[in-house]
C-alpha cells in the first residue's frame, strides 16, 4: 500500500536553516521513504531569494512585462533564462540553465519571504536533493530517497502539476521498451517519468496555500541512484524547441 504523508509544523526557512534536521525532527522515517520538498524551502536555506527593490530593468525586461507585469521581475526571469522560447507580456516561457522549460524561468514570487521578494530555483537541484538525502539518512539511520519539487504547466492541458527538479536516491525513469503487454504487443516507446509521478502524489497534500512544503511517500520500490537531469528531453528529440 502506498501512503502520502504531510509533513507539518515546518517554520518559515531562512537562509541557512540544516532542512535535514528540521524535517528528520518534524516525520519518523523508514527505509524507503521518498521524501518529497518543495523547492521554495530549498531555495530559502540555500539563499536563492531576491529583493525586487535596487534591480534596474533593462528594455528587454520592459518590454516583457508588458503593462501589467513587473519589470524587475522580469529582469530577473532574463538572468536566470538560458533564453527566452515564448512571450505574451508578461508571461514568458524560458529555458533555463538547467535545462528545464517553465513559466519566468522558475523565478516566483508566492510563498517569498516578504513582499517585493521572488523565489530563484536552485543552482542545481540534484546536487541540494543528494545533500538533504545525507543529511536525513545521517540522521535517521533509513535509506531515503529525495525528490525537489516545483510545479509545471503543460502544453495543450490545463493546471500545473508537480514534477521532479532533482532528485537523489531513487530511479526516476522506468523504461519498459522492450517488455511485452498482457497480450504480447512489445512495447517501444514507453519510458515511465517515476519521479514525476511520485511529486505530483506528493502535492495532494502539499501545495501553495497550505504551507506543507514536505511530504513522505511511503511504500514504494523506487531506490536508485539517478538523477532528475535524466528527466530532461534531449534538443536532438525535442518536437518543439
Same mark, same amino acid.
Given at each position: 500500500m502506498i501512503s502520502i504523508i504531510p509533513v507539518e509544523g515546518l517554520p518559515e526557512i531562512a537562509?541557512?536553516?540544516d532542512l535535514a534536521a528540521m524535517i528528520a525532527a518534524a516525520v519518523t522515517l523508514e527505509d524507503g521513504d521518498v521524501v518529497c520538498v518543495a523547492h521554495k524551502v530549498?531555495?530559502?536555506a540555500e539563499g536563492r531569494v531576491a529583493q525586487l527593490d535596487g534591480v534596474v530593468p533593462s528594455e528587454r525586461a520592459h518590454e516583457l512585462a508588458g503593462h501589467d507585469g513587473d519589470p524587475r521581475?522580469?529582469?530577473?526571469?532574463?538572468?536566470?533564462?538560458?533564453r527566452i522560447?515564448?512571450?505574451? /507580456? /508578461?508571461?514568458?516561457?524560458?529555458?533555463?540553465?538547467?535545462?528545464?522549460?517553465?513559466?519566468?524561468?522558475?523565478v516566483d514570487a508566492s510563498n517569498? *519571504?516578504?513582499?517585493?521578494?521572488?523565489v530563484?530555483? /536552485?543552482?542545481? *537541484?540534484?546536487?541540494?536533493a543528494a545533500l538533504l538525502r545525507a543529511g536525513l539518512e545521517e540522521r535517521t539511520g533509513k535509506s531515503l530517497g529525495v525528490v525537489v519539487t516545483d510545479?509545471?504547466?503543460r502544453a495543450w492541458r490545463f493546471g500545473i502539476v508537480n514534477v521532479a527538479i532533482g532528485a537523489a536516491g531513487i530511479d526516476v525513469l522506468r523504461d519498459l521498451r522492450g517488455e511485452h503487454d498482457p497480450v504480447g504487443y512489445e512495447l517501444h516507446s514507453t519510458v515511465i517519468a517515476v519521479a514525476d509521478e511520485i511529486a505530483a502524489a506528493a502535492e495532494l497534500v502539499m501545495g501553495k496555500t497550505e504551507r506543507v512544503p514536505v511530504a513522505v511517500v511511503r511504500g514504494l520500490d523506487v531506490a536508485g541512484e539517478s538523477t532528475a537531469r535524466e528527466l530532461i528531453m534531449p534538443p536532438d528529440l525535442d518536437l518543439f524547441r
Amino acid at each position: 500500500m502506498i501512503s502520502i504523508i504531510p509533513v507539518e509544523g515546518l517554520p518559515e526557512i531562512a537562509e541557512g536553516d540544516d532542512l535535514a534536521a528540521m524535517i528528520a525532527a518534524a516525520v519518523t522515517l523508514e527505509d524507503g521513504d521518498v521524501v518529497c520538498v518543495a523547492h521554495k524551502v530549498v531555495s530559502k536555506a540555500e539563499g536563492r531569494v531576491a529583493q525586487l527593490d535596487g534591480v534596474v530593468p533593462s528594455e528587454r525586461a520592459h518590454e516583457l512585462a508588458g503593462h501589467d507585469g513587473d519589470p524587475r521581475r522580469l529582469e530577473l526571469v532574463l538572468r536566470e533564462a538560458a533564453r527566452i522560447l515564448r512571450a505574451r /507580456p /508578461p508571461l514568458v516561457i524560458a529555458e533555463t540553465r538547467h535545462g528545464f522549460v517553465c513559466a519566468s524561468a522558475g523565478v516566483d514570487a508566492s510563498n517569498a *519571504p516578504e513582499a517585493d521578494m521572488v523565489v530563484l530555483l /536552485p543552482e542545481d *537541484p540534484d546536487a541540494s536533493a543528494a545533500l538533504l538525502r545525507a543529511g536525513l539518512e545521517e540522521r535517521t539511520g533509513k535509506s531515503l530517497g529525495v525528490v525537489v519539487t516545483d510545479t509545471f504547466g503543460r502544453a495543450w492541458r490545463f493546471g500545473i502539476v508537480n514534477v521532479a527538479i532533482g532528485a537523489a536516491g531513487i530511479d526516476v525513469l522506468r523504461d519498459l521498451r522492450g517488455e511485452h503487454d498482457p497480450v504480447g504487443y512489445e512495447l517501444h516507446s514507453t519510458v515511465i517519468a517515476v519521479a514525476d509521478e511520485i511529486a505530483a502524489a506528493a502535492e495532494l497534500v502539499m501545495g501553495k496555500t497550505e504551507r506543507v512544503p514536505v511530504a513522505v511517500v511511503r511504500g514504494l520500490d523506487v531506490a536508485g541512484e539517478s538523477t532528475a537531469r535524466e528527466l530532461i528531453m534531449p534538443p536532438d528529440l525535442d518536437l518543439f524547441r
